[in-house]
């Protein structure tokens, strides 16, 4: 029925610490992206799941990032030992297939991280 | 490198008159483009797409062109309304292998003024 959702909407956090960030995507939609927008960039992906397998985690920054979405369904993005640079709006998408077909992908309004 | 370039990251257009925003792109793999527009604290919202096999698509007043030959793409909104002032993201999936991720310009702000 919804759109893609996504909590928490705002994230304050202290370097170090740990954080998952969480995403809904539209029921049943098989695809799942999680991208990643600085000020002023686009967004900039992250990972892409095809059901419950990450098709995709070439955009991932380092090993202190991490996805799972163990279902097929709801995805958790976490990230270990924050650091300043991770502050940014992370945004989920969802898609039916995801099978490269033209798909359009549809966005949740992001959760706005901010490592102090 | 950017390989999906707005160069313009603003443009203030006024109410009626066409609005047109440009996007250009080095890689000859991409096989779709897609137009997204954004409001503050909302995430992109799809607007038009269009596949590398054609040139033109049109969704009611908004009409994107597609040029292969000079990689660029436009966004034509005939006629502007205020409502339509937001930041404007052109995105282009990877041809080649790589179907899931999209890549994103910095996005072009318009303002149309009443």
């Known amino acids: 029925g919804a759109g893609v959702s996504q909590t928490p909407s705002n994230k304050v956090t202290e370097k170090g610490k740990y954080v998952e960030l969480r995403c809904d995507p539209i029921s049943g939609h098989t695809a799942l992206y999680w991208y990643r927008q600085s000020l002023g960039q686009g967004p900039e992906f992250l990972i892409y799941?095809?059901?419950?397998?990450?098709?995709?985690d070439s955009g991932l920054p380092n090993d202190r990032f991490f996805a799972v979405r163990p279902e097929g369904s709801v995805s958790t993005l976490k990230i270990q030992r924050t650091e300043r640079g991770d502050s940014a709006v992370y945004l989920c998408?969802?898609?039916?297939?995801?099978?490269?077909?033209?798909?359009?992908?549809?966005f949740g309004p992001g959760t706005r991280l901010l490592v102090l | 490198d950017q390989q999906v370039k707005q160069n313009s990251p603003s443009l203030s257009v006024q109410e009626g008159r066409i609005s047109i925003l440009n996007c250009d792109y080095t890689n000859s793999m991409f096989d779709y483009f897609l137009w997204y527009k954004k409001y503050p604290a909302e995430g992109p919202t799809f607007l038009i797409s269009?596949?590398?096999?054609?040139d033109k698509n049109e969704d009611g007043r908004f009409t994107v062109f597609l040029n292969k030959s000079a990689k660029h793409l436009s966004l034509h909104i005939v006629p502007s309304q205020p409502g339509d002032s937001a930041v404007y993201f052109c995105a282009a999936r990877g041809g080649g292998g790589s179907q899931g991720n999209l890549i994103f310009g910095k996005g072009t702000k318009l303002s149309v003024k009443p």
């Open positions: 269009i596949s590398s096999i054609k």
């Open positions: 998408a969802s898609s039916p297939q995801g099978s490269g077909g033209g798909e359009t992908q549809y």
């Open positions: 799941f095809q059901g419950t397998g990450a098709a995709d």
